[in-house]
């Protein structure tokens, strides 16, 4: 039986939604208590510079939830994302399927562009800013994009004035007329 209004392809794409998400959080709810004592990650995608000298982190404006506002990004300008349940001192706890949603940046000296004031360093291989592991998100198909922000309440946008040890909450929320501050909101999916 058809229901009026509503065409079987939009409930099938609905239903095919829904389970991709379903399987998104499950991956990353599943290892976010695991602890990464030996770097164990996935190997990072490609747009991660794993094992390169210097990558240089930059900012950018990006679209986060509706506002522009400015974020840290990869060297090939994808949005950076911090994980709030990351442990002390910058060790990335986001492995295994986790790590294939949001690769790492990885590299051995990274480097920080003008506009990028904290404090960068390497952590098994995996470059921290101010304390917080940087990811990818593999949601993002080109520089500007934001999709991740929020995701499960634990993934965040990195942005030039993250805090050390900062979670969302301490991040200010951009505003529709900022192109510049925090970037943590309920945003996401």
């Known amino acids: 039986m058809v229901k009026p209004g509503i065409p079987p392809t939009a409930r099938v794409a609905g239903v095919v939604s829904a389970v991709a998400l379903l399987a998104l959080a499950s991956a990353c709810s599943s290892s976010s208590g695991k602890s990464n004592s030996a770097s164990s990650s996935a190997p990072p995608s490609s747009s991660s510079m794993s094992g390169t000298a210097g990558p240089t982190i930059t900012s950018a404006s990006a679209s986060v939830s509706g506002a522009q506002t400015m ?15 990351d442990t002390a001192g910058g ?22 562009a003008s506009g990028v004031t904290g404090k ?19 949601g993002d198909s080109a520089a500007g994009q934001a999709k991740g922000e929020g995701i499960g309440g634990t993934w965040y946008v990195a942005t030039p004035t993250l805090a050390v040890g900062a979670g969302p909450a301490s991040t200010p929320a951009p505003s529709s007329s900022s192109t510049s501050g925090g970037g943590s909101g309920g945003g996401g999916y």
Do not use: K, Q, R
């Open 91 to 112: 060790m990335p706890t986001c492995t295994g399927a986790c790590a294939s949603v949001w690769p790492g940046l990885t590299a051995t000296s990274p480097t920080a």
């Open 120 to 138: 960068l360093t390497v952590v098994s291989g995996h470059v921290v800013y101010n304390g917080h592991p940087l990811y990818e998100y593999s």
């Open 71 to 85: 974020v840290l990004t990869a060297p090939d300008g994808h949005t950076l994302y911090y994980f709030t349940p």
